[in-house]
């Protein structure tokens, strides 16, 4: 056994759908824009070719109970997304076979520091401050499916009961399998990697206290509360 110098962190996990054993998460890759319509909402050509962030494992909690209004931003904003969770290895994937490596997907919010992605933005800095913070993404139970059951369905959030996102996986500029493709095309996609896949329009600010409830057709739904800050 290792000798570590101390004790190893926790090994970052999400729930199953109807399972008692937890997914174990390696690396949290996200598509930076995938709706056309939130392309445009940013101002940005929603021909671009997808680009990927990261978030660090442990930042992803329970989307359930409260989550914590994060420090250093008075504009924190909700993405609700699908996510795609990873089981299998795979490099340099093609689209046709990019499905094999899917253990499941599920419901997740791409909690974002929009303030300081518009700073980095116009520094041209990293946008990390703005995307990796502690809990930055409440995922729901992942639901395990072997073949893409998102392609047309309905993604949707709500704040206090007030409809924000809905928006449909149909109109994702980039596919799943081609998110996979394309994932694995840079790294070796590994057992325990997550997807997130970019976001619908409609994206705005929480507050304190707000009542977060978001869903995607044929996978589920997530509630959750953001915390009074310290
Ligand atoms: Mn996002």
């Known amino acids: 056994m290792t000798d570590f110098a101390f004790s190893p962190p926790p090994q970052a996990s999400l729930a199953i759908a109807d399972s008692a054993q937890r997914f174990p998460i390696r690396r949290v890759f996200c598509v930076g ?37 994060p420090p250093l931003t008075q504009d924190l904003h909700h993405e609700v997304e699908l996510v795609i969770a990873i089981d299998k290895a795979g490099r340099d994937v093609a689209p ?11 419901v997740g919010i791409d ?16 946008w990390e401050w703005a995307k990796a913070f502690d809990a930055s993404a409440p995922i729901g139970a992942i639901v395990p499916t072997s073949h893409d059951r998102t392609g047309n369905g309905l993604i949707w959030l709500s704040v206090n009961g007030k409809m924000r996102q809905e928006g449909n996986l149909g109109d994702m500029i980039w596919n799943v399998a081609e998110i996979i493709a394309a994932a694995s095309r840079s790294v070796a996609l590994a057992p325990g990697d997550l997807i997130m896949t970019g976001t619908p329009a409609g ?26 800050r310290d």
């Open 33 to 69: 824009r995938n709706y056309a319509a939130h392309a445009r909402e940013m101002g940005n050509d929603e021909r671009d070719p997808p680009f990927f962030f990261m978030k660090p494992a442990d930042a992803v909690v329970d989307a359930a109970g409260e989550i914590p209004y």
């Open 203 to 228: 994206v705005g600010a929480l507050q304190p206290g707000d009542r977060v409830e978001a869903g995607i057709d044929g996978i589920g739904t997530i509630a959750f509360s953001i915390a009074p």
């Open 96 to 106: 046709e076979n990019a499905l094999d490596l899917m253990f499941g997907c599920a």
């Open 111 to 126: 909690l974002t520091r929009r303030d300081l992605q518009d700073v980095a933005k116009k520094a041209a800095r990293p």
